[in-house]
Structures are given as C-alpha cells and as structure tokens.
C-alpha cells in the first residue's frame, strides 16, 4: 500500500511570489490535514479537508488556503510569499476526520523563501 | 497555557535503559492521543495511538494515559541508539476537532 506521497520535494521562491504544494493521501483516507514546522515555533495545523470541504482551520492568513479533489487529493497555496513562509510543509493523511483514527505523513516539502 | 506540553530536552539515556518521554494538555476533553518520532530531516513517524485510560504495549513501547491527571506519557524500554530523536506528543482537541502538537522532546541514548 502507497504511503502519502508530497510534491514537490524542495522548492526555492522568491519573496512575493506564490507557490502550490500538493499531497496524495494513502488509498481510501478521505482526510488530508497539512502542518507547518519550523525551528521556532514547532509543528502547526494549518487545515484539515474531509470530502472536498475543509473541516478545521489553524491560525495561519488568508494567504494560506488549500482545497481537496474528489479523488481525495490535496492541494495547498500560499500567495504573496514571505521569507517567514520557509519551513517544512507537510500532510497528514487519515480515514477519517478530526484526529479519531492514525494520521500519516509524507515526506514534507521543504519551501525556501529568498 | 500551551495545549500541548513536553519538556524540548535533550534527555539522555543511557544505552539499555528505560527512556521515558512525558506530556501534558490542557483541554480535559481530549480523547486520542500519539506519540510521533520524528528523526532530524525527515518526518514525523506514528509510534502509538492511545485512547483509553492506562497502558498500551507495542514492543519495547508502552504509552501511559491518565485522563484525570492530563497526562501521557511514552516509555522506551531497553532503548537504542536508534531510538535517538526528536518525540512528538499530539492530542486530538474536543474543542476543534483537530490535532494538536507539542514542541516535542529530544531524546539521546548513548552507547
């Protein structure tokens, strides 16, 4: 069974410009939770989408926002990057919502803000 | 007050001995609880997912849940060097609905 696979990998962007990161959950979990680390400040919930809708949202700006296909697939973008926006992005896929069952990682994307 | 607690470390352990990783939460209501390990570079990784009141065992790991008193804890026994890395204690919020973090606990077993 696939694990939950992120793409792109590593990605270097300059201040303003915007970025798409994008994760495909394990087969059959329906809920996609995305998470930003960093050094500082540790592992953050960004949101949570279940079915297409997004179920939970973090305390992150409007410049983050996120939406889910129906094939469960999910997308994450942030417009207007800040050198701040550097860190580690990762998704977390599980069957179902809101932290009743295991959540799985990917990798991570690591997006550097120059 | 931080929802989710853990002492940052590093906790040093010898090679062999119990290592023992614990947390605290804030919100009296929360119902599923983990522990992530998570090497440097790389992302976290599930090590148990507990929800009920006591010990659950798997392997050399049993995590510790005492509701009443907010707390749960992670216990390596006969650690290795291996074992050397950052832990992660989550909480799911009754509140939100969402999981929670905590700064995580560095953890080094030497030989």
Request: net charge positive; proline share 4%; glycine share 10%.
């Amino acid at each position: 069974k696939a694990g939950v696979t992120q793409t792109p990998r590593y990605l270097i962007k300059t201040r303003g410009q915007q970025v798409t990161l994008s994760c495909s959950p394990i087969s059959g979990h329906r809920s996609v939770s995305w998470y930003q680390q960093t050094p500082g400040q540790g592992l953050q919930f960004l949101f949570e989408y279940f079915s297409e809708t997004q179920r939970n949202k973090g305390n992150f700006p409007g410049r983050f926002s996120g939406r889910q296909f129906s094939n469960s697939r999910s997308e994450m973008n942030v417009s207007t990057l800040e050198l701040g926006d550097s860190a580690l992005y990762l998704c977390a896929s599980s069957s179902s919502t809101g932290g009743d069952t295991e959540a799985f990682f990917g990798q991570g994307t690591r997006l550097t803000v120059v | 007050q931080k929802e989710v607690e853990q002492n940052s470390g590093p906790l040093s352990v010898p090679e062999g001995a119990i290592a023992s990783l614990n947390c605290t939460y804030s919100d009296r209501g929360s119902q599923s609880f983990f522990w992530y390990r998570q090497y440097s570079g790389k992302s976290p990784e599930l090590i148990m997912f507990i929800y009920s009141n006591g010990d659950k065992e798997d392997g050399r790991f049993t995590a510790q849940l005492n509701k009443a008193s907010q707390y749960v804890s992670l216990l390596i026994r006969d650690s290795q060097p291996s074992d050397s890395a950052t832990y992660l204690c989550a909480v799911k919020l009754s509140s939100a609905s969402k999981i929670i973090f905590g700064s995580g606990t560095r953890l080094s077993i030497r030989p």
